[in-house]
């Protein structure tokens, strides 16, 4: 059974186009983060969220916009997608007065 | 503005010999740290992590090392395995949120 899982793994698409990804926890867990891969294998902080409230956008710019509709759940959208956004990107949780993040398996978003 | 630095991009150990892996903080306010081992396609799977008051901490074949003065940590596996072999990150428990380093791909040899 899955802690965390993210939907799609694959993500190949055109420039200019919209998409999401989906993830969810089963762990109970209070705080969701989005990570950004990028080609120099650098994990870098997006968003995280805590009881559905957004924490922190660490300068991500605005054709990102991720949506918590449950402390479960937290998706991304990306708007006008650009060759830029080609990462791999991965939905972590964690509990409040929290140790360890877990993380997805990841979404490999590839704009071409 | 890279608060974890990882300054050895990878590192190759004989199976049964001990790997030594660094990483270097700037930030004395962090109160955490974590190890994380990554596998290819896969997420990052936690390993070990130590608090700011312990100098030391071990599971099994893995040992964490915190020298705070020199901010810097260190992770000891041994003996080292085939099946180490992946992208080990130093991260830090900053608030809501982990900050990693940019990883060091071990190769452990058969």
């Known amino acids: 059974d899955t802690a965390v899982s993210q939907t799609p793994k694959y993500l190949v698409t055109q420039m200019g186009n919209d998409k999401s990804i989906k993830c969810e926890q089963n762990?109970?867990?209070?705080?969701m983060y989005w990570y950004k891969q990028d080609s120099k294998k650098f994990l870098k902080i997006m968003f995280s969220?805590?009881?559905?409230?957004?924490?922190i956008n660490e300068t991500v710019p605005n054709r990102f916009s991720p949506k918590s509709p449950d402390k479960a759940h937290l998706n991304l959208h990306i708007n006008s997608l650009e060759l830029g956004d080609s990462a791999v990107y991965f939905c972590?949780?964690?509990?409040?007065?929290?140790?360890?993040?877990?993380f997805g398996q990841g979404t490999r978003l590839t704009v071409v | 503005d890279q608060q974890v630095k990882q300054n050895s991009p990878s590192l190759s150990v004989q199976e049964g010999r001990i790997s030594i892996l660094n990483c270097d903080y700037t930030?004395?306010?962090?109160?955490?740290f974590l190890w994380y081992k990554k596998y290819p396609a896969e997420g990052p799977t936690f390993l070990i992590s130590?608090?700011?008051?312990?100098d030391k901490n071990e599971d099994g074949r893995f040992t964490v090392f915190l020298n705070k003065s020199a901010k810097h940590l260190s992770l000891h596996i041994v003996p080292s395995q085939p099946g180490d072999s992946a992208v080990y990150f130093c991260?830090?428990?900053?608030?809501?949120?982990?900050?990693f380093g940019t990883g060091t791909r071990l190769k452990v040899l058969a």
């Open positions: 972590a949780s964690s509990q409040v007065g929290f140790t360890e993040a877990f």
């Open positions: 762990l109970g867990h209070d705080t």
């Open positions: 969220y805590n009881n559905k409230e957004l924490i």
């Open positions: 930030n004395s306010m962090f109160d955490y």
């Open positions: 130590i608090s700011s008051i312990k």
């Open positions: 991260a830090a428990r900053g608030t809501y949120k982990y900050i």
